[in-house]
């Protein structure tokens, strides 16, 4: 069994700053790409940011300037600090990671969500 838990979400004012982490437990042999994702109810979950076993990162235009994406391979972890926050970012934010339980095998797996709501 994989579990990817998040964590840091809240309220915070525009303008301000959120770290999320996200932590991958259970019978893991490799994780490689993670990120993050976002959904506001009635949409569609979008890309946040994700990142490569190998430290490669990809962000979001919506995002760029603002967040950063990183992990540390050793914790199976994975972080998203955000900065600048803006009331648009409000969303429920997903933790995403693709995980090998054994050789050969790969596959998607997602945490709960934890909500960021950015508003004075």
């Known amino acids: 069994q994989v579990q990817l838990v998040e964590s840091g979400g809240g309220l915070v004012q525009p303008g301000g700053s959120l770290r999320l982490s996200c932590a991958a437990s259970g019978r893991i042999f490799s994780i490689n790409g993670m990120g993050w994702y976002r959904q506001v109810p009635g949409k569609e979950r979008e890309l946040v940011a994700t990142?490569?076993?190998?430290?490669?990162?990809t962000l979001a235009d919506s995002v760029k300037g603002r967040f950063i994406i990183s992990r540390d391979n050793e914790k199976n972890m994975v972080y998203l600090q955000m900065n600048s926050l803006k009331p648009e970012d409000t969303a429920v934010y997903y933790c995403?990671?693709?995980?090998?339980?054994?050789?050969?095998?790969?596959?998607?797996?997602w945490g709960k969500g934890t909500l960021v709501t950015v508003s004075s």
């Open positions: 995403n990671a693709m995980i090998s339980r054994y050789y050969g095998e790969l596959s998607p797996y």
């Open positions: 990142i490569t076993r190998g430290g490669i990162t």
